[in-house]
């Protein structure tokens, strides 16, 4: 099996069709959504990474052709639509710091 190199540590991962989206630790203050293509899963390839900015790297969770990224304070919402190429969509802080998407409405 081929593995991929990860740009940092990582917070966590969500898997939608032939993608695995993960959210990895860049550095104190950002994170990379990073898009790998798994369809063929003895070679996944790299296919994409987006800078979010944010103190901690947070969680993910995907529906349909939404991604949720919360990041405790802040919640931001991907199109990924096209996964080749994830566009940040808005972004929300919030009045209370949450953990994990189970906090989130999606």
Excluded: H
Aim: aromatic content about 8%; overall charge negative.
């Amino acid at each position: 099996l081929k593995t991929v190199s990860a740009f940092g540590e990582i917070s966590d991962m969500e898997v939608s069709g032939k993608y695995l989206y993960s959210l990895q630790e860049a550095s104190i203050d950002s994170a990379w959504l990073v898009v790998t293509d798994i369809s063929d899963p003895k070679n996944p390839a790299f296919v994409k990474r987006l800078l979010l900015e944010a103190e901690e790297a947070g969680c993910l969770a995907v529906s349909g052709n939404k991604l949720c990224v919360v990041q405790y304070g802040l919640l931001r919402m991907v199109n990924i639509s096209d996964p080749r190429n994830p566009v940040l969509r808005g972004k929300c802080s919030t009045s209370e710091e949450y953990y994990g998407v189970e906090d989130v409405v999606t």
